[in-house]
């Protein structure tokens, strides 16, 4: 159906960038609007920015100001550019695309899909 695979993930210091990168394949037209999530060691996952299918973002505020959302229909692939990063982003990011409620009703297509995650390691 959809395939989600991440990458970009890695070891920085702190105050420094990474660009992580979702690319997603199969029937890619199902998908609606895009996130990522984070899950650090012993927490819960959350969201950190969504991507509507208008191209519309929202961040947690955590991230505001700092990490950046967006996405590339033409190469179905979403981008979260962090920037100013601190060792309290260390976490496991994953990837996630909701399905047009069109996919889900009438095609009975899962509501949503998620990537095998990427692990980005901030250092102080």
């Known amino acids: 159906q959809v395939q989600l695979v991440e990458s970009g993930g890695g070891l920085v210091q702190a105050g420094g960038s990474l660009r992580l990168s979702c690319l997603a394949s199969?029937?890619?037209?199902?998908?609606?609007?895009m996130s990522w999530y984070r899950q650090a060691p012993g927490k819960q996952r959350e969201l950190v920015a969504a991507i509507t299918s208008g191209g519309s973002a929202n961040y947690a505020d955590s991230v505001k100001g700092r990490f950046t959302i967006s996405r590339d229909i033409d190469k179905y692939t979403l981008y979260l550019q962090m920037n100013s990063l601190k060792p309290e982003d260390t976490a496991v990011y994953y990837c996630?695309?909701?399905?047009?409620?069109?996919?889900?009703?009438?095609?009975?297509?899962?509501?949503?899909?998620w990537g095998q995650g990427t692990q980005v390691t901030v250092s102080s």
């Open positions: 996630n695309a909701k399905t047009t409620r069109t996919a889900v009703v009438q095609l009975g297509f899962p509501s949503d899909y």
């Open positions: 199969g029937r890619t037209f199902s998908i609606g609007g």
